[in-house]
């Protein structure tokens, strides 16, 4: 398993933007391929963004596609979500979570996740 701890929520208004970061230990970061789901609240968690472990691949859900932004960084074990053009509608906890494949969207085929950051988005 490797461990996951998010940084970088916090209250931004509307149109603006923040990086949420993620910082892996304890395996060889590179085996993973990373990603960021979110869960507003009395809503379940869903897709927002994902990254193969050569980081030459993403995949975003629709909903933020052309706002955000996800890389990852092997030399610093860390990967970030650039949140643009924030809408209220993206305000949730943000986690961050690691598969041991090339490339995984899918929530069960992640095994280690964060304890997730706080996003709040007002208009």
């Known amino acids: 398993q490797v461990q996951l701890v998010e940084s970088g929520g916090g209250l931004v208004q509307a149109g603006g933007s923040l990086r949420l970061s993620c910082a892996a230990s304890g395996r060889t970061f590179s085996n993973y391929a990373m990603g960021w789901f979110r869960q507003a609240p009395g809503k379940e968690r869903e897709f927002v963004a994902a990254i193969s472990w050569s980081g030459g691949s993403t995949r975003y859900a629709a909903s933020v596609k052309g706002r955000f932004t996800m890389s990852r960084d092997d030399a610093n074990n860390t990967v970030y979500l650039q949140m643009n053009s924030l809408k209220p509608e993206d305000t949730a906890v943000y986690y961050c979570?690691?598969?041991?494949?090339?490339?995984?969207?899918?929530?069960?085929?992640?095994?280690?996740w964060g304890q997730g950051t706080r996003v709040t988005v007002s208009s």
């Open positions: 979570a690691a598969a041991r494949l090339p490339f995984s969207n899918y929530p069960t085929e992640f095994g280690s």
